[in-house]
């Protein structure tokens, strides 16, 4: 077995009292936030694709339930900021698959390819995953995601440009005067008071309360070569690159990489008897998480752990958060997500074009921030298929495959300081 060990959960509590703080408070509250809002694009995933109201919020409570406990679980026990949600690639093939080959079809294809991920974490073999997907080209893949987020952050100038100024400019201010107070925090807050003295109404929201349901998967080949086969290759070429190379550019060492591949495999063969399309680590989240902004690096794994928190409490009230958040002007969540990432980014644009690999960074950045859509797979994940075959083409050395690999094969080592 190759699952590296983590701290444990025995001391859990105490290190809890002693690590939490304001900025780690900070930015989970901000990712869980974030986190909170990518539902809506899951409800609009599954309106288009036709799918009935009552299965997407049994789907997107399930999400945040499922995602919430497994977000408290995983980081506690590794003491780093493993923040887990699900694919957004997963999630759109998931909706488009279901009416192709039905719900219970597409459920047992999602519990194939979790066991899938879930036997390559077992057997030690992303050590070897990790040597084809390389740091910098994952890095270009991330810095093209997020760059979106940064260009949505600054679009509000043109429609929304007092508040869009008086939040981006809290953040810098705070930022250059302030540097140990939580600048997004700072933001939201001018934000709301903004919305509150605008007289926006929050009299139309109504909270209503649901759970997720029971369901038994079926299996069908079609099913699984439709949709499972695809979400295996994401779980375990996708999310874990990205969640690992993530945690990489915050300055951690021995990243639980295996332990990470087999949670995500395990948590979404739970999920796929709940409705559910994944489990596995957030990329946007962890970055949010394991930022510099989150304080010291022992310690930002409270941040993880207040986004499973927040998550657990909010899955059963989302119908309400959804009214909420359609109450909300755009612009809002725009500027919090952006402000939030910009010193990711920043991280991800400087490790993508070192001396290594720069051809495959820079067209993994290009197809990423495209958007592009082919098969019902999101940019993200060709943007690595294409940065790694035009790395491979062009720029073969720069593999190294004759010299041992990276520090993702120390799996057997053990985890046994926080944040390691």
């Not at 780093?80 to 079809?105: C, D, E, K, R, W």
């Not at 030690?124 to 949505?152: C, E, H, S, Y």
């Not at 820079?362 to 921030?369: D, M, N, P, R, Y």
């Amino acid at each position: 077995m190759k699952i590296e060990k983590g701290v444990g959960y025995k001391n859990v509590i105490s290190d809890l009292r002693q690590d939490i703080n304001s900025r780690n408070v900070a930015s989970g509250l901000v990712a869980g936030i974030f986190g909170l809002s990518v539902g809506l694009v899951f409800i609009s995933a599954g309106t288009v694709a036709g799918l009935g109201t009552g299965l997407i919020m049994m789907w997107i409570t399930s999400f945040y339930l499922i995602n919430g406990l497994f977000g408290i679980l995983v980081p506690a026990y590794y003491r780093q900021p493993l923040a887990m949600a699900n694919s957004i690639p997963g999630a759109l093939l998931f909706t488009a698959a279901i009416p192709m080959v039905g719900l219970g079809p597409v459920l047992g294809a999602t519990l194939i390819a979790g066991l899938i991920s879930l036997l390559v974490g077992f057997s030690g073999a992303m050590g070897k995953v990790m040597r084809f997907t390389p740091t910098p080209i994952v890095m270009g893949m991330i810095a093209g995601v997020l760059l979106n987020f940064g260009l949505n952050m600054v679009r509000p100038l043109e429609s929304a440009l007092l508040p869009t100024i008086l939040m981006i400019g809290t953040f810098l201010v705070l930022t250059k005067l302030a540097p140990k107070f939580p600048a997004v925090l700072g933001s939201l807050a001018v934000g709301i008071i903004y919305l509150l003295i605008s007289g926006i109404n929050f009299s139309g929201i109504e909270f209503v309360v649901d759970y997720p349901r029971f369901v038994m998967p079926e299996f069908t080949l079609e099913a699984f070569l439709a949709y499972g086969l695809p979400l295996a290759i994401i779980l375990v070429g996708m999310e874990t690159p990205v969640g690992v190379s993530m945690l990489k550019s915050a300055g951690y060492k021995r990243i639980p990489t295996n332990g990470i591949t087999a949670v995500n495999g395990f948590a979404t063969m739970i999920s796929s008897f709940f409705h559910l399309h994944s489990t596995c680590i957030a990329g946007p989240m962890t970055a949010i998480c394991s930022s510099p902004d989150s304080g010291k690096r022992e310690g930002r794994w409270v941040a993880a752990v207040i986004v499973g928190v927040i998550f657990t409490v909010s899955a059963p009230f989302y119908g309400g958060i959804v009214n909420l958040f359609e109450v909300l002007p755009g612009f809002f969540i725009a500027i919090i997500a952006g402000l939030a990432l910009v010193k990711v980014l920043i991280s991800a644009m400087s490790e993508s074009f070192g001396s290594t690999h720069r051809l495959g960074a820079i067209f993994a950045f290009l197809v990423a921030s495209s958007g592009i859509q082919i098969f019902s797979i999101g940019a993200a994940f060709w943007a690595l298929v294409v940065g790694i075959v035009v790395s491979l083409v062009v720029e073969t050395k720069d593999f190294k495959f004759g010299q041992q690999e990276e520090d993702y094969e120390e799996s057997e080592l053990e985890l046994k300081s926080k944040g390691a």
